[in-house]
C-alpha cells in the first residue's frame, strides 16, 4: 500500500511541475507584445523630448544643431541642453537629419532598419520619431 501511495504522489508532482511549465510559457508569449509596446512608448517619448530640445537649440542659436551630440555642448551662452544622447530602446543610437526649415529625430524601431525618414518627408513607416519646425 505504502507503494502505491509513493508512487501517486510523484504522479502529482510531476503533474503540478507540467502545470507550472504550461502557465509559464503562456504568461511569456503574452508578455513579450507588452514589452515591444514599451519599447516603442519610450522611443516616441524619447524622440519627442529630443525634438524639444532640437527646436530650443534652434530658437537660442538661430540655426539646428549639426548632430545632436551637438545638443551636449555650449554654444555661445546657450546649452548644453542634455547631458548625453540616449541609445534608444534597441540599443541603436537615434538619428537626425535636418533641413533649413524642418528636423527629423527618430529610432529605427524593432526592425532596426533605415525605412527612409527625412527631413522633407518626414517620418517613414516602420521608424518611430518626431518631425519638427
Known amino acids: 500500500m505504502k507503494r502505491k501511495k509513493g508512487l501517486a504522489f510523484q504522479l502529482d508532482v510531476v503533474a503540478g511541475i507540467i502545470v507550472i511549465l504550461i502557465l509559464t510559457a503562456v504568461v511569456v508569449s503574452n508578455a513579450l507584445p507588452f514589452t515591444t509596446k514599451s519599447r516603442i512608448s519610450r522611443a516616441e517619448a524619447d524622440t519627442t523630448a529630443l525634438g524639444g530640445y532640437v ?3 534652434k530658437f537660442e542659436t538661430g540655426s539646428y544643431p549639426d548632430t ?4 551636449t555642448q555650449t ?3 546657450y546649452g548644453p541642453w542634455i547631458s548625453k544622447v540616449p541609445e534608444d530602446p534597441w540599443g541603436n543610437v537615434y538619428h537626425y537629419k535636418k533641413t533649413d526649415a524642418k528636423f527629423v529625430v527618430y529610432s529605427l524601431g524593432p526592425d532596426k532598419s533605415e525605412s527612409g525618414s527625412s527631413a ?5 513607416a516602420g521608424d518611430i520619431g518626431f518631425a519638427g519646425r
Open 55 to 57: 527646436s530650443e537649440y
Open 75 to 77: 554654444k555661445g551662452q
Open 120 to 124: 522633407e518627408n518626414g517620418i517613414a
Open 68 to 71: 545632436l551630440t551637438s545638443l
